[in-house]
């Protein structure tokens, strides 16, 4: 099977958020959330319907709580967007290395699905906690209750 997400270093578990289909390999270094949420969810709809015994399975796990693990390292504990995840991390831009710091409604939507998920399949409380603590986040910092959306 070929490697999924990265697997070492400060990015370890994060998707890259492009790279030619060709060369998979060549992504540019960039880490958004939202992606490696994504890619999250979709290890855990494999791990959800598939059987431990299956060849691939120990390796989707691997990269699942890996993925789960970098998501968790995006999650602010304090400021202003505490309990919400920041954007990722540029590892290829004007400063590599830098942590995107927006938090959007979008991406973290995304994590708390794949969290939550993951706390379930995984049977991990830390996913589990994080998700309800970015659940809470959410709806105080990301809810405009005024117009009954999310900002």
Do not use: K
Not at 9 to 25: H, L, R, T
Not at 26 to 41: K, S
Request: proline share 6%.
């Amino acid at each position: 099977m070929t490697q999924v997400g990265r697997d070492t270093g400060q990015q370890a578990g994060g998707f890259v958020s492009s790279a030619p289909q060709s060369n998979p390999a060549g992504g540019e270094p960039t880490y958004r959330t939202g992606n490696t949420a994504i890619a999250l969810y979709s290890l855990m709809s494999y791990l959800h319907r598939t059987r431990e015994s299956e060849p691939d399975a120990p390796a989707i796990r691997q990269a699942a709580d890996q993925a789960a693990d970098w998501l968790l390292r995006q999650q602010l504990s304090t400021g202003p967007m505490a309990g919400l995840l920041t954007g990722g991390w540029d590892q290829a831009g004007v400063e590599p290395g830098t942590r995107l710091p927006f938090a959007s409604t979008e991406h973290n939507l995304d994590a708390w699905h794949s969290l939550s998920r993951a706390g379930q399949v995984l049977n991990c409380p830390r996913c589990t906690a994080a998700a309800n603590s970015l659940q809470d986040a959410i709806l105080a910092i990301l809810w405009d209750s005024s117009g009954g959306v999310f900002l």
